[in-house]
């Protein structure tokens, strides 16, 4: 099942990531589960950079579904230049979405995924209404 990128979105953070030995497979490319990890980081990145990261206290973003296409191959050694795009912020949601490239030809996306963000209070474990701030920022 392929999942589209809408083409309404918001450019939220950008980052680029080395490439590990490591994080290739057998089969000489990027292992799959590193897409979702290179995902994770920009992600996290950007939630520090606002501040609003999960700490068990609070309220912050919880990821609550995650997906991601494949398209072409990325091998070491290089760079993963990542694009995180927010959009679609509901009562407690809003959609991220990120497209991989290497960095030496960002033009070419070898893959693309996401997931929906949940505001969450840590302490009662329940989703509660995304901060006004936060709505803002991700509405495309």
């Keep these: 099942m392929k999942i589209a990128i809408p083409e309404r979105k918001k450019l939220v953070y950008e980052t680029r990531i080395a490439m590990r030995w490591g994080d290739m497979d057998a089969m000489g490319h990027l292992n799959n589960a590193n897409y979702f990890r290179y995902i994770e980081t920009a992600r996290v990145d950007w939630f520090q950079s606002l501040g609003c990261m999960a700490n068990g206290r609070g309220a912050g973003p919880?990821?609550?579904?995650?997906?991601?296409?494949?398209?072409?191959?990325?091998?070491?050694?290089?760079?993963?230049?990542?694009?995180?795009?927010?959009?679609?912020?509901?009562?407690?949601?809003?959609?991220?979405?990120?497209?991989?490239?290497?960095?030496?030809?960002?033009?070419?996306?070898?893959?693309?995924?996401?997931?929906?963000?949940?505001?969450?209070?840590?302490?009662?474990?329940?989703?509660?209404?995304?901060?006004?701030?936060?709505?803002?920022?991700?509405?495309?």
């Design 62 to 140: 919880l990821i609550v579904n995650a997906f991601c296409n494949f398209y072409a191959q990325l091998q070491y050694p290089g760079e993963v230049l990542v694009k995180l795009y927010a959009s679609d912020p509901g009562r407690t949601t809003f959609e991220s979405w990120a497209t991989l490239a290497r960095g030496d030809a960002p033009e070419v996306v070898c893959a693309e995924g996401g997931g929906t963000t949940m505001w969450v209070d840590y302490e009662v474990g329940r989703a509660t209404a995304l901060p006004d701030w936060m709505r803002a920022l991700v509405a495309a």
